[in-house]
């Protein structure tokens, strides 16, 4: 009785005394483009950071590779799983493509970036919320998959069912340019 009374207060220990470490996101500064976890055709990257405060960012983009005989080279997106929304990211590597900083002096305003020249795999992009001294206080990673550009992808954009404004643009620009 008394190895089973040890044997559960060292597993209630371990499982209600761990921490989890991770990094708050801001709710003053949202990724507004790319959505997060999307797929594009293009080898160009429009992003867009909405801010509603005055603050310091920094955005960083980078391309995860995985290591393949040795060698790293660019994530299959087209075999990328994931587990409840989220990328099994263990055993990537981050490789930097972009960096820039924004710093915003009114309640509204937007940081615009665009990214040329990305060949297909997969992108994380990493908005930090920075302090005074330029230190990280939120952080929050978005991906991205980058796909080539097929006529079948191309054909697809105007089937998708779409909601709100995005359906309203659809019918608008099919209404102006046909079929």
């Not at 597993?11 to 371990?14: I, K």
């Given at each position: 009785m008394k190895k089973m009374v040890?044997?559960?207060?060292v597993?209630?220990?371990?499982m209600f005394g761990t921490t989890v470490a991770h990094a708050e996101e801001d709710p003053n500064v949202v990724l507004v483009n790319p959505a997060s976890n999307s797929t594009i055709y293009s080898n160009n990257l429009l992003i867009s950071v909405k801010l509603t405060q005055p603050k310091t960012i920094k955005v960083s983009v980078f391309e995860e590779k995985q290591i393949v005989n040795g060698t790293l080279s660019a994530v299959n997106v087209n075999t990328l799983t994931t587990t409840k929304g989220s990328i099994n990211n263990a055993s990537l590597?981050?490789?930097p493509v972009t960096?820039?900083?924004?710093?915003?002096?009114n309640n509204l305003s937007f940081?615009?970036?665009?990214?040329?020249?990305?060949?297909?795999g997969l992108?994380?992009?990493r908005i930090?919320?920075?302090?005074?001294?330029?230190?990280?206080?939120?952080?929050?990673?978005?991906y991205v998959a980058v796909k080539e550009k097929t006529e079948e992808a191309e054909a697809k954009i105007f089937e998708t069912p779409q909601s709100g404004t995005m359906q309203f643009l659809q019918n608008l620009l099919k209404?102006?340019?046909?079929d």
């Open positions: 040890i044997v559960l207060v597993v209630l220990s371990l590597t981050s490789v960096s820039a900083t924004f710093t915003s002096k940081f615009t970036k665009q990214v040329n020249n990305l060949k297909p992108y994380r992009i930090d919320t920075l302090d005074g001294s330029l230190n990280a206080v939120y952080t929050s990673d978005s209404t102006i340019f046909g």
